[in-house]
């Protein structure tokens, strides 16, 4: 038997008929049914419904993509209709086809239409506005969009309600918070409460004295990445935190080791990140450098690798000394915490597979992993594989799969696709 919210046969709050009217095929099971006909009253909404309603323009009848309906009972037996931010929901309450998630790393207008239907999230930083769109005349044609509001502000209207939009803020070392709380709430203005999600990134090593190192001269910093001083280290956790007292969203970024999520949940955020594609051929290549070694016994395999360690910010400058019996060492513990050699981690996933057991047992009910930075041809097909392991089959509802709409698009496609649509094309050829 179907019931919904219209089977209660209860009275409309007055002048709010035609927003319930947009829920009243909202689905009951018997319990429900049974507990609201003995106490209802009357149907309404809240104020936030109406909000979400007017702020996105919705059509008659309807409710928006990116809301879960929830029913609220009043002391006076008023049942009235929520909507709460969930992307994992299509328009009028109507769950998306998976549970897991997909987002875009593009703030290229182009690229981000034909894919848009598809998506709940989208992520972009400086790079990718900047270097990847804006500055770059093969993506930004004819130089139509001017600046980062330009653009954000159409990639806004193209995605619609449904999809949230996590943007990084141009300058996380700015140590006035309100500038940081201005830059927000633009922001918000562009996008809506409802849609917007600040990145943050952790900070590490870089602060907002030493900063300046990254944008001149040879551009390396004058520190190792482990030498780190707390308040700066927690720099981006306290900036999550005072964003989230102000009511924002964080997705707090770069995460490249489990080791960062413990304490990146402590910051409340939305969203964590496991990037995989640096940190996966980085790994590949030490491991070729001490499979050389291993193999040859030759003390220049390893200042190879200490000249690598200086390239990819393990080292810095200063380490052009630092003992070969350190740096085979070093490399050594790399590969074995991150599994490189057996099953947890050859395909370059253990971080994904630490963060969802830690998500799995954090009290975040609502936090979601983004998997994102992939490349080649076995990235995605490896992160398909993990999510359909019994082990993190319940965990799909917390995965969002991000990259740039051209490399997931490579995954739509197959040899036999071609094979049959020469087939299929050829036998329907000259019919009507």
Sequence with gaps: MKINLKSLGLETVRGEESLVERILDMPLDQEEYQQ????????????????????????????????????????????????????????????????????????????????????????????????????????????????????????????????????????????????????AEKFKEMFSKYRVVIKVPHTGAVTPQNVGQLLTGSKKLDKRFDQTETEHALRGHNLALKLHEHGYRVNFTLMFEPFQTLMALQARPYFINTFLRHRLVQSQTILNYLHMYDASGDSAVLEQLRDYFISCDYYTEADKGISLE??????????????????????????????????????????????????????????????AEPEFQDMNHKVVITAEPQYLARFTSTNQVISYQRRFMNAAKGQS
């Design 36 to 183: 609201l006909k003995s106490i209802g009253t009357y149907i309404g909404v809240t104020d936030q419904f109406k909000d979400v309603t007017e702020t996105f323009q919705v059509p008659e009848g309807e409710t928006p993509a990116g809301f879960k309906r929830e029913l609220v009972l009043e002391k006076d037996g008023v049942i009235r209709a929520d909507l709460v931010r969930d992307i994992s929901y299509d328009k009028n309450g109507i769950l998306r086809p998976t549970r897991v998630l997909f987002s875009a790393d593009s703030a290229n207008p182009y690229e981000v239409a034909p894919i848009s239907p598809l998506l709940s999230n989208l992520t972009c930083n400086p790079g990718i506005i900047y270097d990847l769109f804006l500055n770059n005349p093969k993506a930004n044609v004819g130089n139509v969009y001017k600046n980062r509001d330009e653009v954000m502000a159409e990639i806004g209207k193209i995605l619609g309600p449904g999809c949230d939009i996590s943007v990084e803020l141009n300058n996380p070392f700015e140590e006035d918070f309100n500038k940081i709380l201005e830059e």
């Design 326 to 387: 350190e740096v085979l060492r070093f490399g050594r513990d790399l590969i074995t915490y991150r599994h490189f050699e057996d099953s947890q981690g050859s395909d370059g996933l253990d971080g994904m597979r630490h963060n969802l057991r830690v998500l799995k047992n954090c009290n975040m009910k609502d936090t979601r992993l983004i998997v994102c930075s992939m490349e080649g041809p076995y990235n995605y097909p490896d992160i398909d594989k993990l999510l």
